[in-house]
Every structure is written in structure tokens, then in C-alpha cells.
């Protein structure tokens, strides 16, 4: 898969902020956006949903991912999330994204100093169980 080129990192990581706007997340006041490059150059973006019944919440990488989805992708280059501390996905976002591809460039964006970090996916999920793991691909 071809690196990710420094334009190609700031549109997603903008896209990544711009989702992070339209969070909903009034119980944790934590707001999160993410944004997905497709192999095509496009992007699909998501944010973070939550719900009073915290088990009902939804991150953003997982809405991006399943827009994407919906859309008839089923994989992608990156991923860039957007939030404060620019922190990582969640067990659940990366288990959820490995589904579809674990060479994926997971882009961690921090929305008050502009720091980022780069990680692969792979990286975020050691020996992942993906569909290769199930005796049907074996």
C-alpha cells in the first residue's frame, strides 16, 4: 500500500476536525471525529454519538467505517481521528476496523496543539483476530 502522502494526511486530518464538530456527545462532553480515506482519494467522515444508555454510544471511527460500508467500501488507507490528547481508538474501533484491513495508517490528531501521531493498525492491534482467524479461511 502506498504511504501516505503529507496532503493527502492534512485533508483527512481536517475532515477528521470538521466530523469532530458535529459530535453529540452531551453525557462525556468528549467529542470525537474521524475521518476514512478511501482508496479512490475520497473521504467519509464520522463523530462520536452518544447515548444515556452509555452501552448505546457509538464511536466515531466505527461510524465512519460503517458510512463507509454503506457506501459499498470495504476497506481503506487511513484513518484519521480527531480529539483532545489525540488519542487512540478504542478495543472495540480497532478490533471493529481490522475487520476490513490492518496495514490501514491511523492517523492521531491532538485538536489543541495540532500534534499528531502515526501508528498502523496493525501496530494498535497485535495479532488481531480477523477473518483469516476463523476456521472457514484456514
Known amino acids: ?7 493527502e494526511a492534512d485533508r483527512l486530518i481536517k475532515c477528521a476536525i470538521e466530523a469532530r464538530d458535529q459530535a453529540y456527545a452531551p453525557h462525556s462532553h468528549f467529542y470525537v471525529g474521524a475521518s476514512l480515506l478511501l482508496h479512490d ?6 463523530c462520536n454519538v452518544e447515548n444515556a ?58 485538536v489543541i496543539d495540532g500534534s499528531r501521531r502515526t501508528r498502523k493498525l496493525s501496530q494498535l492491534l497485535p495479532e488481531a483476530f480477523d477473518p483469516s482467524s476463523l476456521p472457514s479461511h484456514a
Open 53 to 110: 444508555s452509555y452501552s448505546l454510544s457509538i464511536c466515531a471511527e466505527r461510524v465512519a467505517a460503517a458510512t463507509a460500508l454503506a457506501a459499498g467500501y470495504r476497506s481503506w488507507r487511513a484513518i484519521a481521528i480527531a480529539s483532545v490528547g489525540g488519542v487512540p481508538p478504542c478495543g472495540a474501533c480497532r478490533q471493529f476496523l481490522t475487520e476490513f484491513g490492518n496495514d490501514v495508517t491511523v492517523l492521531l490528531v491532538d
Open 41 to 46: 482519494g475520497h473521504t467519509i467522515s464520522g
Open 1 to 7: 500500500m502506498p504511504e501516505l502522502k503529507t496532503a
